[in-house]
């Protein structure tokens, strides 16, 4: 039987991810979990708290310091939900628009950098293997499809 474990590379390809992010987007003056709020608000348009605490796994006190933050550098817009005054709908400023254009900026640069090695095909079937493996998480723990694989 394989001994190597797959879940520790993934593990070490995170390390050098979050190190690689954190340095660079320090110019952008955000942090590696505000970048991922912003990610998400922006793939949504518009949506509530609760739906970033569920999709990005994250602790709702975390969360609160995180949009407080991010509202306080201008970079989200908090307003109340018309249909249900209790919430509030986050969505992004033009400054939140431009860090998370930047940020894919800064993905594809990591991505070109850590699959320089492999051929076009190469890249295409791991791609291909992620998302599999993403759809397939994401399928059983409740079926949402997370909208980076459509």
């Known amino acids: 039987m394989n001994k190597e474990s797959f879940a520790f590379y993934i593990a070490i390809l995170r390390k050098y991810f979050v190190s690689y992010c954190t340095e660079k987007i320090s110019d952008l003056g ?3 979990s505000q970048l991922f709020v912003l990610i998400y608000i922006s ?3 518009e949506c509530s708290s609760k739906e970033i605490v569920e999709y990005l796994k994250l602790d709702a006190g975390q969360l609160n310091r995180t ?3 991010l509202l306080e550098k201008d970079l989200i817009i ?3 939900n018309s249909n ?3 919430f509030n709908i986050l969505s992004l400023t033009k400054n939140g ?3 998370v254009e930047e940020s894919h900026k ?3 640069s990591w991505d070109e950098q850590v699959l320089s090695d492999l051929d076009d095909d190469s890249r295409q079937e791991l791609m291909n293997l992620m998302k599999k493996l993403v759809f397939n998480l994401n399928e059983k723990n409740g079926g949402k ?3 980076q694989i459509k």
């Open 43 to 45: 793939k949504k348009k």
């Open 84 to 86: 249900d005054r209790r």
């Open 106 to 108: 800064l993905f594809y």
């Open 78 to 80: 908090q307003r109340k």
């Open 97 to 99: 628009i431009k860090i």
């Open 67 to 69: 949009l407080a933050k």
């Open 145 to 147: 499809q997370n909208e």
């Open 30 to 32: 955000v942090t590696y």
